[in-house]
């Protein structure tokens, strides 16, 4: 009952990050991105600027899509790892991720 309910708490932490993350990366996208560091200097022109600008914002599509690939990676091992626990350490880490555990340890 506990993995159940653990797995489903994890799954809608992950949806919920990565909808988070959707909608501020549409705010961004309306902006007009800023070319690194020097390459205002190059007097260049508007076709240089534009097409620089496409490679930069495929560039950082292509890297928010491995940023969710990454979370939703480390989301399936957390899975993994508590799977191979013991009811009762699922229990106790689940104590341990709610902080019910820290008043046990206070008290010692």
Same mark, same amino acid.
């Given at each position: +009952?506990?993995?159940?309910?653990? +797995?489903?708490?994890?799954?809608?932490?992950?949806?919920?990050? $990565?909808?988070?993350?959707?909608?501020? *990366?549409? !705010?961004?996208?309306? !902006?007009?991105?800023?070319?690194? *560091?020097?390459?205002?200097? $190059?007097?260049?022109?508007?076709?240089?600027?534009?097409? +620089? *600008?496409?490679?930069?914002?495929?560039?950082?599509?292509?890297?928010?899509? %491995?940023?969710? *690939?990454?979370?939703?990676?480390?989301?399936?091992?957390?899975?993994?790892?508590?799977?191979? %626990?013991?009811?009762?350490?699922?229990? $106790?880490?689940? !104590?341990?991720? %709610?902080?019910?555990?820290? !008043?046990?340890?206070?008290?010692?």
């Amino acid at each position: +009952m506990y993995r159940v309910s653990w +797995m489903m708490g994890l799954a809608i932490l992950g949806a919920a990050l $990565l909808v988070g993350s959707g909608t501020s *990366q549409e !705010k961004k996208e309306g !902006k007009k991105t800023q070319l690194p *560091q020097g390459f205002s200097k $190059l007097s260049l022109s508007k076709d240089q600027k534009a097409k +620089m *600008q496409d490679v930069v914002v495929k560039s950082r599509m292509k890297i928010k899509a %491995l940023e969710e *690939q990454i979370a939703e990676l480390r989301t399936q091992e957390r899975m993994d790892l508590i799977a191979l %626990l013991t009811a009762d350490q699922k229990e $106790l880490y689940r !104590k341990i991720q %709610l902080g019910e555990d820290s !008043k046990k340890s206070g008290d010692k």
